[in-house]
């Protein structure tokens, strides 16, 4: 990281105390003498109801071994225990629907054919935890209720505005500014006057829901713990992943359209929407009440992309994290690759930002790209017969020829480290043997097939 090269007293200054920019304080005050953190909102409550909707999400992360090594790297391992410690493994997908019966039916798709496995964590505990370690180191200091105005990256000097004081500003000197505040990133937005910038904001088509399932009337689940559950229904799905206390947290996800017109629509409307596209979900596993009450009160927000580049302006400031790629969350990669540019900077080392930039907008572009695919195969695709069978050739050549290197593009992405851009490009290729194969397995066999049809309509002419 460039930071690494500053000269002894730097202070850096995080503007965003969500995950990504608490480990970049984490980080950056094994190296400097000062690190100061502003945020938006309160200390004691980080999702307090007076907040606005996109601040009070509870939705669990996706925790996998980009994500994990980075907080490994922290050297603090005492919080990544506790981290651990209420993370719940999740080996693979269960995906639910009904049989040609009628009947309920779930099938189980394993992530990775050696049994490696990804966490579910609960948003408000790995903030949690991230807040505690951040209070016993005596360089951090942390401003909350802060909210990010301008900044000035010639002078390095930034300035904020206390929450409830709409007249004075606080001006902060820094020697290095990392932007780690989300989609709507007002640091983003000020490095963009200063640098010419590509930059796309996309909204989709799709508006999601908060849901929970609660423990069972016995105190148990309602469903297994060991994976993530989907209801894939064409346009719309539902995903729940287990929490620690038994209940499961759920996102519901479809068309703007259609849930801006089922919200205004009555209950029984609702309920059959449940019974037609997840079934099995309500009442057996959350009340008609609940359900009623959850699917109104709670907000219905959107779904946004951003891409931009660069990811710097000089050797003043850096975006990280959504502010500087955020990506549809169907892939589990938004915290882990957030949590990887905190650790790609320190590793840069000699490079120098534009350099930095160069090969992170690259794979973070790549990781957008196959999060937004994901999204239809998560829809549709999990229950076609090609995606079964491409999983069960890539599954079966993974696991009895391990020497042939193949894996699937899920294992390669959350149990390995390796560069996005590195295994899109292995997995096309992958793509392409298979497709070569199958060409030469219609080639060799339709001759024979031709043959026998003949000989059948010869033998029955006879006949």
């Not at 693979?92 to 579910?120: C, Q």
């Amino acid at each position: 990281m460039v930071m690494d090269q500053m000269p002894v007293r730097q202070k850096v200054v995080i503007v965003g105390a969500g995950p990504v920019g608490s480990l970049a304080a984490l980080y950056a005050a094994s190296h400097h003498d000062e690190v100061e953190i502003y945020d938006l909102r309160t200390d004691d409550v980080p999702c307090s109801s007076d907040l606005p909707p996109a601040f009070r999400k509870s939705i669990n992360f996706t925790l996998s071994e980009r994500g994990l090594r980075a907080m490994r790297q922290s050297n603090r391992p005492e919080f990544v225990d506790v981290v651990m410690q209420t993370a719940i493994p999740m080996n693979g997908r269960m995906i639910h629907g009904k049989g040609a019966s009628g009947s309920l039916r779930e099938s189980f798709h394993p992530y990775d054919i050696n049994g490696n496995t990804v966490y579910s964590i609960e948003r408000a505990t790995l903030n949690n935890a991230l807040r505690k370690e951040l209070l016993k180191v005596p360089k951090i200091k942390m401003y909350f209720e802060h909210r990010f105005i301008r900044a000035d990256f010639h002078a390095r000097k930034a300035w904020f505005k206390r929450h409830g004081d709409t007249s004075q500003e606080v001006e902060v000197d820094f020697d290095f500014l990392i932007g780690a505040d989300g989609v709507h990133s007002a640091v983003r937005y000020q490095m963009m006057r200063y640098t010419y910038t590509d930059y796309e904001q996309k909204y989709i088509d799709t508006r999601w829901c908060e849901l929970r399932i609660p423990p069972s009337a016995d105190g148990h689940s309602s469903l297994s713990r060991g994976q993530v559950h989907l209801w894939p229904s064409g346009d719309f799905f539902l995903v729940a992943f287990p929490c620690p206390d038994k209940s499961f947290n759920c996102t519901l996800f479809g068309p703007a359209t259609y849930l801006d017109s089922l919200k205004v629509s009555s209950p029984a409307k609702l309920f059959e929407f449940f019974d037609t596209y997840f079934p099995g979900v309500c009442p057996r596993m959350i009340s008609r009440k609940s359900l009623e009450t959850q699917f109104y009160e709670n907000p219905h927000l959107p779904l946004v992309t951003v891409k931009c580049n660069p990811h710097h302006f000089g050797s003043s400031v850096v975006i990280i994290g959504d502010a500087a790629h955020a990506i549809l969350p169907f892939y589990g990669q938004g915290l882990n690759a957030g949590m990887e540019d905190v650790r790609a900077q320190r590793d840069a080392l000699a490079l120098a930002l534009q350099a930095y930039t160069a090969e992170r907008v690259y794979d973070v572009h790549t990781i957008h790209n196959v999060a937004e695919r994901a999204y239809f195969e998560i829809r549709k695709g999990v229950n076609t017969p090609a995606y079964r069978l491409r999983k069960y050739v890539e599954d079966t050549l993974q696991l009895h020829v391990p020497w042939l290197g193949w894996q699937t593009l899920h294992s390669r992405i959350s149990f390995t480290e390796q560069r996005y851009s590195e295994i899109l490009r292995a997995n096309e290729r992958q793509g392409r043997i298979l497709a070569a194969v199958a060409a030469l397995a219609i080639f060799l066999i339709t001759p024979a097939i031709v043959t026998i049809a003949r000989f059948l309509m010869h033998g029955l002419s006879i006949y």
